[in-house]
């Protein structure tokens, strides 16, 4: 009986675990060509050089105005000198307004401040990373995307004429 108990919490465990590593999604499209190399899915950069955040699902920067945080398609022009290829970034997961909680970020990671030690994945030889619309790979990629989706269903195809018994 033992065993048996075993056996089933074992199998229980094994498909969470399998679940919760398919739910995991990716987004490197989505990151911008700024952002660091090594991270298949940010919701969240913390820039400690400029004390804001970039909310990369929305595309949105998030910055400190008076006692409020503001949401917006660009910096403001305080902001605009500051080169994101060359600055720091925090890569935050988990935390759906990291900007509320921003006395710990930037006690965590304010030591990073000036640091220019990454490397942006616009400059990245790896494939997966042209994906994002900023890396200078990212047009032929796209035509590659789009060829290689249509092969297996292209008709004209000299192979797919020739059917299984016609090799």
């Known amino acids: 009986m033992k065993k048996f108990i075993f056996l089933f919490v074992a199998v229980i465990g ?19 060509a700024w952002g660091p190399t090594g991270y298949d899915h940010v919701d969240y950069y913390y820039l400690p050089d400029i004390d804001c955040y970039y909310d990369v699902p929305n595309k949105v920067y998030v910055y400190p105005n008076g006692n409020s945080w503001v949401r917006a398609k660009q910096l403001p022009a305080k902001y605009r000198n500051v080169d994101l290829y060359n600055a720091h970034k925090v890569v935050i997961n988990g935390d759906k307004r990291p900007y509320q909680n921003a006395a710990k ?19 990245s030889k790896e494939e997966k990373y042209f994906e994002s619309k900023g890396h200078p790979q ?30």
């Open 138 to 167: 990212h047009s032929q990629w796209q035509k590659d995307h789009k060829n290689n989706g249509k092969k297996g269903n292209n008709r004209n195809n000299r192979d797919d004429r020739q059917g299984p018994d016609r090799h």
């Open 14 to 32: 094994f498909t969470v675990a399998s679940k919760a590593q398919v739910n995991v999604s990716v987004n490197i499209g989505a990151q911008p």
């Open 105 to 123: 970020y930037r006690q965590e990671y304010g030591g990073y401040k000036g640091k220019h030690d990454q490397s942006p994945i616009r400059d």
